[in-house]
């Protein structure tokens, strides 16, 4: 049901990341995603998509430097019609389990003050809030708070990386 995004979903994802910017608060972005800007994203990031256009979810780096390299931030984005059906908490879980696979501590996920739902879903899915920042975004006219949660994904740092994070 769930599988790695190939090329040919940089349309939709892309189309589907540009309505959540252009209608919503719930990213503080403006910037609309082009499916060049997908494709180059799917070179450096794990993304899995939900079949037949459903959602998608990504992670990337959460902070730059080695001392955050074993923490990650994701995005996870559903369409109407898989929202409600279970699908975002598969779709999350299957990113926890590669995160995890791929050596990742601590996946964090930042989320609009006004995204109740989302809050409520990642506390749902063993995220634990760790800080709520007041007014740090602005999108339409309207400051908009950023709800950090955080989740511990098990995976352990190998003893060179933590190594070489000392240096």
């Not at 699908?87 to 989320?111: F, K, N, P, T, Y």
Request: net charge neutral; charged share 20%.
């Amino acid at each position: 049901m769930i599988r790695d995004a190939d090329i040919s979903d940089a349309g939709w994802i892309a189309t589907l990341w540009n309505d959540v910017i252009a209608h919503t608060q719930i990213t503080f972005t403006t910037v609309h995603k082009t499916p060049d800007d997908i494709r180059a994203m799917l070179a450096e990031r794990v993304v899995l998509v939900l079949p037949e256009q459903g959602g998608f979810a990504t992670y990337g780096p959460f902070r730059s430097g080695p001392g955050y390299a074993a923490t990650i931030e994701h995005t996870i984005l559903l369409s109407d019609r898989a929202r409600g059906r279970g699908q975002g908490r598969a779709l999350l879980s299957a990113l926890q389990e590669r995160a995890a696979a791929d050596g990742h501590h601590v996946m964090v996920a930042a989320i609009s003050g006004i995204n109740e739902a989302a809050v409520a879903f990642h506390r749902a899915m063993g995220f634990a809030q760790v800080a709520r920042m007041p007014q740090v975004g602005r999108k339409d006219g309207v400051w908009l708070d950023l709800i950090l949660m955080q989740k511990q994904l098990g995976a352990t740092v190998s003893a060179n990386a933590s190594a070489q994070d000392t240096v």
